[in-house]
């Protein structure tokens, strides 16, 4: 490359406080060779994206630089060490499944008022970046905790509350504390009251030191918007700060593939969810009737982005009277063979399978793991692209944050309930069951010996901030309808 070019990138980088290494200068180098007719646009672009990495120094190597330009060549469907694949309805970069088990855990600080990046094996001290503080890690959480994991379990539920209420122009702070209450006939709001949610309770103190209740409800929600903006540049949802590769995706698609604008990825992409009842794969009326929805999406002019199948895969539960792993092996074979036959398909949509709560699994505890290797390598011979994740399950598409969840929640929420919920401003079961997760951005609020759950992996099961789409299937006992809410409305 020339080296007017060469000090182009040495000048720009100097002007942002930056001094490149050799290695590091022949990184960016080799970065604007995949961009001969916008350069300048690109360096720009890279030069923002590094603004937003942690350095050590001033000073570059390679190794930062390589990071980022490995994640604006990811955005532009390409890869520094494999060539274009070919062309889909969404590139990899706008799509991005993120297990459950791979979310980053964030703790809040009531002292600094900060959240910051819990991991473990620190190997040096905090380091602040924009007013937040970051531990450098080598390790992931265990999933066997401490039993000082549980007692932090609610205090992480609780304080990720409280920062979210200190923030409402209507609350005010308590000017006194009790141990003693007295509920009586008091009002409650909307919503499941069960054993661990968070309540606001408004009342009177007596004399004789009792704090008579006479309004009692949940958190009042907060936007999403004013969530994000309390604390920036904050990774809560998993799958890396994509507002920025949507911007580069965007740019990239304008000037390498003159898309329009608003179709940066393909034009009208969308997705196939396939749970209201559970695909039951062991039962041959249900095989055939995928096959004849696999049919009509396999001839329409744009084939879906994603297909998502949620569990129930299996008629009986899998526990330890279910001795037919065989078969249902077998089975997830015969319904890769089905998908494998419809080409395009195969070829432009992505396929993926998240476990219900009587699937394969070495437990019944959430967040849940992803099927087993031994149920699941047949189909992915057939369709190698597939995607077998948690239960939760979180989902990225552009700057779109999309929970899928599988849960019988409904039941045990109302089963759980310590009193009738109030019908003043809604009757319908399902909305109640909305308005406590929101409330209490947690999806599943039960007692521990209800629905347990792996304490260090709790943060999984947060709404903080809230998605765009939350996406519950739930199989009542007198409809097999899909009951969803769409929060913040659909994506588009």
Avoid at 232 to 237: E, R
Avoid at 320 to 327: I, V
Avoid at 337 to 363: N, W, Y
Avoid at 438 to 457: A, E, F, G, K, R
Wanted: hydrophobic share 40%; aromatic share 12%.
């Amino acid at each position: 490359m020339s080296g007017v070019i060469r000090k182009k990138v040495q000048r720009k980088f100097k002007m942002g406080g930056y001094t490149l290494k050799v290695e590091a200068l022949n990184e960016v180098l080799s970065f604007l060779t995949h961009f001969q007719d916008a350069q300048d646009e690109a360096l720009d672009l890279l030069l923002d994206q590094l603004q937003h990495q942690s350095l050590k120094s001033s000073i570059l190597d390679k190794e930062p630089l390589h990071r980022v330009v490995s994640l604006l060549l990811e955005a532009d469907g390409e890869s520094p060490n494999s060539s274009n694949s070919s062309s889909s309805s969404s590139s990899p970069a706008a799509l991005r499944i993120i297990d459950a088990f791979l979310i980053p855990k964030f703790r809040y600080d009531p002292v600094r008022k900060i959240f910051f990046e819990y991991v473990i094996n620190s190997l040096y001290p905090p380091i602040s970046v924009s007013f937040h503080y970051y531990y450098r890690h080598t390790g992931k959480i265990p999933i066997h905790g401490d039993a000082s994991a549980k007692a932090t379990l609610y205090r992480d539920r609780f304080l990720l509350l409280l920062q979210r209420l200190s923030r409402d122009q209507h609350f005010s702070k308590p000017a006194f504390d009790t141990e003693r209450s007295q509920f009586g006939s008091c009002e409650i709001t909307t919503g499941f009251f069960s054993e661990n949610t968070v309540v606001l309770a408004e009342g009177e103190m007596l004399l004789d030191g009792i704090f008579q209740v006479k309004t009692c409800g949940f958190p009042p929600l907060e936007d999403r918007d004013k969530s994000i903006a309390a604390f920036p540049g904050l990774d809560f949802f998993g799958g890396g700060t994509l507002a920025k590769e949507e911007t580069v995706s965007l740019f990239l698609g304008m000037a390498m593939d003159n898309l329009p604008y608003e179709y940066p990825w393909g034009p009208n992409p969308y997705f196939i969810t396939l749970a209201n009842v559970d695909i039951v794969l062991t039962v041959e009326k249900t095989m055939g009737k995928l096959e004849t929805i696999l049919d009509g999406y396999e001839n329409v002019e744009v084939v879906p982005s994603l297909f998502v199948f949620m569990g129930n895969f299996c008629t009986h539960p899998c526990n330890l009277s279910f001795n037919s792993f065989s078969s249902l092996r077998l089975q997830f074979g015969k319904f890769g063979q089905m998908i494998g036959a419809r080409q395009r398909l195969k070829e432009h949509s992505r396929f993926l399978l998240i476990p219900g709560p009587d699937d394969a699994g070495p437990s019944t505890v959430l967040p849940r793991c992803a099927l087993p290797k031994y149920v699941t390598e047949e189909f992915q011979k057939h369709i190698p692209n597939a995607i077998f994740a948690s239960n939760p399950c979180r989902v990225k598409f552009c700057t779109q944050e999309i929970l899928f969840f599988r849960q019988d929640l409904l039941y045990r929420m109302r089963r759980s309930c310590l009193m009738p919920p109030s019908t003043e401003e809604t009757t319908d079961p399902f909305e109640h069951l909305v308005a406590t997760i929101t409330h209490q951005s947690h999806l599943c609020p039960l007692s521990l010996t209800v629905q347990p759950i792996i304490w260090n992996y709790d943060h999984c099961l947060h709404l903080y901030p809230i998605p765009h789409t939350v996406l519950l299937p739930s199989v009542l006992l007198s409809s097999s309808k899909l009951d969803f809410e769409l929060k913040n409305g659909l994506f588009g």
